[in-house]
């Protein structure tokens, strides 16, 4: 041995200690990694299996669903009225949230050929429908005869209903008698809740014309796009003559009401440039064209050619849009016959996106979208909205258009009571068909008996669609982008003044069920008797 070995520092039994438990930790370190590893392959695993890669928006929207099934659920159970409360949950789900298509599959009997059709009568596989033949031989019953006329402006040509444009264009875009009065009017559209019936009423029945005219002057976009004022005037009036006057609801006054509504959203929040508002305000004009005031699934239901040709999604909606653009193509109307190839695509695609969206059906997804921009905004902690892509872009285009669209509850009470009374008058009018069809009534389409049956039935539905569809967009539409107060405190006076009207209906017709007297089984008044 070494002298100095003797002195060299041996391992005492505590260094022992302390570097065997240093493995320890090494080796549990370790085998936590790897069975962290495992546990998130097996999370990635389940994830995609429970297919929850799909966007943020689309779990928000599902998580929506659930959250307005549960209050549904809870608004049915209210004793007062359970019949009338159910019919508004169905109303509200049928219209407003985009469900899953329930299909009858056939079972494997039917497979193996027992209810096959013959090869004969089969549909081939690049054909388009049946044929007309086919279809008035064998759905006869189920075609459209005192409405669907109206759903056909894609072919039939209403030039000899337009008025000539003007050579000396009027400063309101249309001529009348009361220029001077219309133009007072005219020039509180930069206010929220104008009166767009005396509007019409004093333009001879052309409130869309005048008032899209109006805000784009107003806007300059004349100037910035080489628009020439006859052209667009020209246009407008083509637009507004396939609105149907005899529809109560969606027709011209209603288009009108749109286009000067997403103008004031705008107002509030100037952040898109001008070919973004040119492309808003046309497809806020447009987006209701030729609608024949009945619903898509009527239009389904009833197989109607506008189902077949837009393979029953958004059938209206895809029909109202193309309408406009075709009718750019009538002799002196193409307003955008101006523009950079790049931004007719641009302003295309982006009309498009907006009027598509106005399916109500797509309302769930939409406000699931706009959420969860909330929701990103406030964990950013940004005081200002910066949309950075198109995508974000047009989604909040897309949502101020839909604010507009569903606009009336959150007007004045004086003008929101007629836009009621006008959707009302629609759905029964649609209830009225389906009964002469001898097919499903739609949720509040039945015409009630009488006029009290009529008014609390209204003033539910109201209630229910101003608390579980419109208050919750228009609260999320303040938090994202503006100051929403004043719709807001018109959404509360409404809902109260439906609300009240409702509590009334019910306590009237509750102590008119009470005081009718017994009778005895011979169809004597008890009262009489004793």
């Not at 549960?70 to 509200?92: H, Q, W």
């Not at 669209?405 to 836009?419: R, T, V």
Request: proline share 4%.
């Amino acid at each position: 041995m070494r002298r100095g070995s003797s002195c060299a520092p041996q391992p005492t039994t505590s260094n022992n200690n302390l570097k065997h438990s240093g493995l320890i930790i090494d080796d549990e370190n370790q085998k936590m990694a790897r069975d962290t590893l495992d546990e998130l392959d097996w999370c990635l695993d389940q994830l995609e299996t429970m297919h929850t890669h799909r966007s943020v928006g689309d779990m928000a929207s599902n998580k929506f669903r659930k959250m307005l099934g549960k209050e549904l659920t809870a608004f049915e159970a209210d004793d007062s009225n359970p019949v009338g409360n159910s019919r508004v949950s169905d109303f509200i789900f049928q219209n407003y949230l985009n469900k899953e298509q329930e299909l009858d599959l056939p079972s494997p009997k039917e497979q193996d050929g027992v209810n096959k059709l013959p090869v004969s009568t089969a549909m081939s596989s690049d054909s388009v429908g049946p044929s007309s033949s086919e279809i008035s031989s064998n759905h006869s019953n189920r075609h459209i005869q005192t409405i669907s006329h109206r759903v056909l402006s894609k072919t039939d040509s209403l030039s000899n209903t337009i008025p000539e444009c003007p050579e000396d264009i009027p400063v309101s875009g249309v001529e009348t008698t009361h220029q001077q009065e219309l133009m007072q009017y005219l020039g509180e559209v930069d206010n929220w809740g104008i009166d767009v019936f005396k509007i019409s009423e004093l333009s001879n029945n052309r409130p869309l014309t005048c008032i899209t005219y109006t805000i784009m002057k107003k806007r300059n976009l004349l100037n910035t796009f080489q628009i020439n004022p006859q052209t667009l005037v020209t246009y407008l009036m083509h637009l507004e003559a396939h609105y149907h006057q005899d529809v109560p609801y969606h027709n011209n006054m209603h288009a009108a009401d749109v286009v000067q509504s997403a103008h004031v959203l705008l107002n509030a929040q100037p952040i898109f440039n001008d070919l973004e508002v040119l492309a808003t305000l046309f497809a806020c004009a447009a987006h209701d064209v030729d609608h024949p005031g009945v619903s898509n699934q009527f239009l389904v239901t009833t197989e109607n050619r506008l189902a077949w040709l837009y393979n029953d999604e958004s059938v209206l909606e895809n029909h109202h849009i193309s309408l406009a653009f075709q009718l750019l193509k009538d002799e002196g109307c193409n307003i955008f016959d101006n523009l950079a190839p790049k931004q007719w695509k641009s302003v295309r695609k982006m009309a498009i996106d907006m009027v598509l969206s106005t399916d109500m059906s797509k309302h769930m997804g939409l406000l699931a979208e706009l959420k969860t921009m909330v929701e990103t905004k406030k964990v950013a902690a940004a005081y200002e909205l910066k949309l950075d892509n198109y995508a974000e872009r047009i989604q909040v285009l897309q949502n101020l258009v839909h604010c507009a669209d569903l606009g009336n509850p959150a007007k004045p009470l004086q003008f929101y009571k007629q836009w009621t009374d006008r959707i009302t008058e629609e759905f029964f009018n649609q209830g009225d068909e389906e009964k002469r069809r001898d097919i499903s009534l739609s949720p509040m389409c039945e015409r009630p008996e009488n006029k009290a049956l009529r008014d609390e039935s209204v003033a539910k539905t109201q209630v229910g669609f101003i608390t579980y569809i419109v208050h919750p967009l228009w609260e999320t539409w303040g938090d994202l982008v503006s100051d929403a107060s004043t719709q807001l405190l018109h959404l509360e006076d409404n809902r109260d003044y439906y609300d009240k009207m409702y509590q009334d209906c019910v306590k009237k017709r509750l102590t008119e069920t009470s005081t009718v007297p017994a009778l005895t089984p011979s169809g004597e008044d008890v009262a009489e008797n004793e």
